[in-house]
């Protein structure tokens, strides 16, 4: 019998506060996100493909095709080329490819670009039934972001 | 109109009504239970609310192939889901849901619900034991063990109830705790019954809860460990009915504790008795299934089996016994 009642009274004792518990998460406010419905705001360091950075005033990429990025990705994602600028000194970029069916999102390029030419993106939603939907054309993104601007 | 072919046929439509509404809805009222006491909002696609939910559930059962796998005792284990609908479903003949509802006011109502009641044990047995598996098989050998386990602390305070009342016959023992809440048997004031007859009540929905192999006593069907059980080879309404029979059993146990300890169709305080108190009482009881359910994890099979040999059942009896004793004195 030792510890029979115990056991019995701190027994109940613990199931009563357990449906206490419940009881009160019953009628508090639901923590879940309804995802279609409510879309999630990325938090700042959210690690999303890269994306090119426009010129705040022209909305021309800040790169300068040095190729830093290009070299120091370890997965050779990026191809990027560009022309010397007419008139002036330095090059423009004319292409700019992400290939991220390769990525690994290791953010080495952010981290080698000098010129704060790169960041990463906010886009989680990348879905697709084409693989070639991956291989990103970063200039027309940057394109399409100014023109939402406008 | 006692004698009218009519009586029986609206009691059967009504009585098939119930059961199927129950037994669909007490699966969307799972869902959203469970996800609001996890602070989901649960099912909300299908109609307003998710509250088409339980007919697609329907629908897509019905439309996925009833599989018999190879090795299956054939007949066994397409009979036995059937024999898991079919004592839940005749249950609903002796509830007296008021004074002037119920289909049939038996004498020994009591004793034949309980007769059901393991009927619908052999089911799970039936059916774990004709799948040929496992897992199965040892979930059907858990049920067995514990249905018989805990029918007896039920069966101890049924006998409380029926000593007081005086009657076998749900009706005559729900007649008897009319007029307010202290006429019911877990209050009952008179001769000094409410001091053991809660207890009583405690134990009588504890067993129910095992009786209907409810979590936290859902050892026959412990996804964790025995995939599903006795279900594990069923697909399709095969499945269905089994999932019905469950929650027809809820609405039966709650049924029964409404009946026998909570005074059935009066209201508490001897205003507007009605089958609408009836159903307030059976929601809130069902309703505390679903809570607990959701409150407790899966407890072990032998810590189950002591609560019911070294608690449950010495309680039982000191209950009957103090009872008895109530009864002689006074």
Not at chain 1, 18 to 24: Q, V, W
Not at chain 1, 27 to 49: A, L, S
Not at chain 2, 114 to 139: E, H
């Amino acid at each position: 019998m030792n510890g029979y009642w115990s056991d019995i009274f701190t027994g109940s004792k613990s199931l009563v506060t357990g449906l206490l518990i419940t009881a009160r998460e019953f009628f508090k406010p639901v923590v879940t996100e309804q995802y279609p419905y409510e879309v999630p705001v990325m938090t700042p360091r959210f690690r999303g493909h890269i994306e090119l950075i426009g010129n705040e005033e022209t909305g021309q990429p800040n790169c300068v095709v040095c190729g830093m990025c290009q070299r120091a990705c370890p997965s050779t994602c990026i191809s990027l080329d560009g022309r010397k600028a007419e008139g002036g000194k330095g090059k423009v970029l004319t292409h700019y490819t992400l290939d991220f069916t390769k990525c690994s999102l290791c953010g080495l390029c952010v981290e080698s670009c000098n010129f704060n030419a790169l960041r990463f993106s906010k886009d989680y939603n990348l879905v697709s039934f084409d693989k070639n939907d991956f291989i990103m054309d970063m200039l027309k993104r940057l394109e399409e972001q100014n023109r939402c601007k406008q | 109109m006692d004698t009218s072919i009519w009586r029986a046929l609206i009691y059967l439509a009504g009585l098939l009504a119930f059961a199927g509404l129950n037994a669909a809805y007490l699966g969307w009222c799972e869902r959203k239970g469970a996800a609001r006491i996890q602070r989901r909002i649960g099912p909300c696609e299908a109609g307003w609310a998710g509250l088409a939910q339980p007919l697609c559930d329907g629908l897509k059962l019905m439309s996925k192939q009833l599989l018999v796998p190879e090795g299956v005792d054939g007949i066994i284990f397409r009979v036995a889901p059937v024999l898991a609908m079919i004592p839940a479903i005749t249950s609903l003949v002796v509830i007296p849901f008021s004074d002037n509802i119920g289909a049939r006011a038996m004498e020994l109502s009591v004793l034949l619900l309980f007769a059901l009641a393991s009927l619908s044990m052999i089911a799970v047995l039936l059916g774990g034991w004709a799948s040929g598996n496992k897992y199965a098989i040892i979930s059907s050998a858990r049920a067995v063990s514990q249905n018989l386990a805990y029918e007896i602390p039920m069966l101890l305070t049924v006998i409380t109830v029926v000593m007081l009342s005086g009657s076998m016959n749900l009706r005559e023992i729900a007649l008897d705790q009319q007029g307010g809440f202290w006429h019911w048997n877990i209050f009952r004031l008179e001769h000094g019954h409410f001091l053991t007859m809660w207890i009583a009540f405690i134990v009588f929905f504890i067993c129910s809860v095992a009786e209907t192999n409810r979590a936290p006593f859902d050892m026959a069907e412990a996804e964790s460990e025995l995939v599903a059980g006795f279900m594990t080879e069923y697909s399709s309404m095969g499945f269905g009915l089994f999932m019905m029979g469950e929650y027809l059993n809820i609405v039966i146990g709650a049924c029964l504790t409404t009946t026998l300890f909570l005074g059935g169709w009066d209201c508490p305080f001897g205003l507007t008795p009605g089958v609408w108190w009836f159903l307030i009482k059976i929601y809130i009881l069902i309703f505390t299934f679903i809570w607990i359910r959701w409150t407790y994890p899966r407890t072990q099979i032998y810590r189950l089996l002591n609560l019911s040999w070294k608690i449950l059942i010495p309680f039982s009896l000191a209950n009957l016994l103090i009872t008895a004793a109530l009864i002689k004195v006074f």
